[in-house]
Nanobody, 131 residues
């Protein structure tokens, strides 16, 4: 069983920054480092979208709309996932969720972001960007 808890959301003005964190608890027989991780977001009335993924090997993939503004990273020692969000825009307003799962090493970070079915999810943290 994997438990994920997000934090760091809030309200900022356009152009501002936020850093989301996701602390991960794994069963004793598994290690966080073996999981691929992702940040998703969902705005009211819109479908959920995968914002960024990071594989256990460390390679990453980003949604085009956030490329160059958001950075996903992971701290395996502290079992924490991060999303640094800079130059925020009103269209980034959404509830952000972190997700975890294990995927075959043959699947790229792009592939995971495009179609990976994650089994483990957090409750989400709200990000609101005002103009």
């Amino acid at each position: 069983q994997v438990r994920l808890v997000e934090s760091g959301g809030g309200s900022v003005q356009s152009g501002g920054s936020l850093r989301l964190s996701c602390t991960v608890s794994t069963a004793a027989y598994t290690t966080y480092a073996t999981y691929s991780m992702a940040w998703f977001r969902q705005a009211p009335g819109k479908e959920r979208e995968a914002v960024a993924t990071i594989r256990s090997e460390g390679d990453t993939s980003y949604l085009d709309a956030v490329l160059g503004r958001f950075t996903i990273s992971r701290d395996n020692r502290n079992q924490t996932l991060y999303l640094q969000m800079n130059s925020l825009k009103p269209e980034d307003t959404a509830r952000y969720y972190c997700a975890a799962d294990q995927f075959p090493s043959s699947i790229t970070a792009d592939g995971i972001r495009a179609g990976g079915n994650f089994r483990y999810w957090g409750q989400g943290t709200q990000v609101t960007v005002s103009s």
